[in-house]
């Protein structure tokens, strides 16, 4: 049997992941069928939502690293993908999972004999390399360590000296490269993919102190519900709305702008339509979408835990004005 051909797009929050998985899924083959297993932090599932769009198989892996609970999660994912005979599947790791755990998952019995393991591409933010909180990060050091192609995201928004910064950083790490280089806008080339993945020590752990992962869900009659999770240092807190649920554009817009924390995805119905939002450095990013009708996700993490419930009774807020 003909072996899958894989690849993980990884990196750390914010730094373009979906956005590059879109690219690619924009730009295949046009007579392969690929698939993508995307792994979030936060419980309600906003990249699925966004990459379901593109026309690829989706499955998700929410509420953290998708190799705990004994690497059950991962399994099912990728075994519920292999089902249905893709040419590719694309892997995109939570920013703060862990990579190596998840490549020793991949080349180790059972995906060793049904999956083609290629090239690992790990996006990086050049504007970040001299923050601590990622320099210090062991998953952001490590997804930089175990690439084979190292892309320095939005070059449009970086400067020659942190783009500078950025090649002696990872310059600095041992082992060979494929490739290193920069692109906008998450535009990374198809060929990229088939470039040579260097042997490196990945080791597959097992954590079954873990809890269980969950897909959220409403339940009979409800119009929205939350969930939170929280781990190596950082917390997010998700909410999920009936398919019923219109927001006011303007309002959530003006509340995205200006709401402090470090990442804020949502895929939402408004009245102009459906829009994923997308805020990462206080920078935010609107994108129409082509759905008709789904539920609303939105998605905040930080370091810190917010104020949720004034944040929730702000959007329920929303909700109350559009129907008046």
């Known amino acids: 049997m003909d072996k899958v051909a894989a690849n993980i797009v990884t990196g750390f929050l914010g730094v373009g992941k979906t956005t590059a998985i879109r690219h690619l899924l924009a730009n295949k083959p046009l007579k392969e069928r690929w698939a993508v297993l995307v792994n979030e932090f936060g419980e309600v599932g906003v990249d699925g939502a966004i990459l379901s769009e593109q026309g690829a198989l989706v ?176 917390i997010s807190c998700g909410w999920l709305f009936s398919e019923q649920c219109c927001f006011p554009f303007d309002a959530l817009y003006g509340l995205f702008s200006n709401l402090n924390a470090q990442r804020i995805k949502a895929v939402v119905n408004t009245e102009e339509g459906f829009y994923a939002f997308n805020v990462a450095n206080q920078v935010i990013t609107v994108t129409p979408m082509s759905i008709e009708t789904a539920e609303s996700r939105i998605e905040v993490i930080d370091t810190q835990a917010l104020p949720w419930d004034e944040l929730e009774t702000i959007l329920l807020s929303f909700l109350k004005a559009s129907d008046e």
């Open 59 to 234: 499955k998700e892996v929410p509420g953290g690293c998708m190799c705990c609970v004994a690497g059950l999660p991962m399994t099912v994912g990728l075994n519920t993908l292999l089902a249905q005979k893709p040419d590719r599947i694309l892997i995109e790791p939570t920013g703060l999972g862990h990579p190596k755990d998840i490549i020793g998952k991949l080349t180790q019995d059972p995906f060793d004999s049904t999956l083609n393991v290629g090239a690992t591409i790990t996006l990086v933010d050049p504007r970040c390399i001299d923050d601590v909180r990622y320099r210090e990060n062991e998953n952001f050091h490590d997804q930089i360590a175990l690439a084979d192609v190292v892309v320095a995201n939005k070059l449009d928004q970086c400067s020659e000296a942190q783009l500078a910064t950025f090649h002696d950083y990872v310059a600095a790490f041992d082992g060979e490269k494929s490739l290193v280089t920069g692109v906008e806008q998450g535009a990374l080339e198809t060929a990229w993919l088939a470039l040579p993945r260097h042997a490196r020590h990945a080791h597959y752990h097992h954590r079954s102190d873990a809890e269980p992962m969950t897909t959220l869900a409403l339940g009979p009659g409800d119009t929205f519900t939350r969930k939170e999770n929280q781990g190596q240092g950082y």
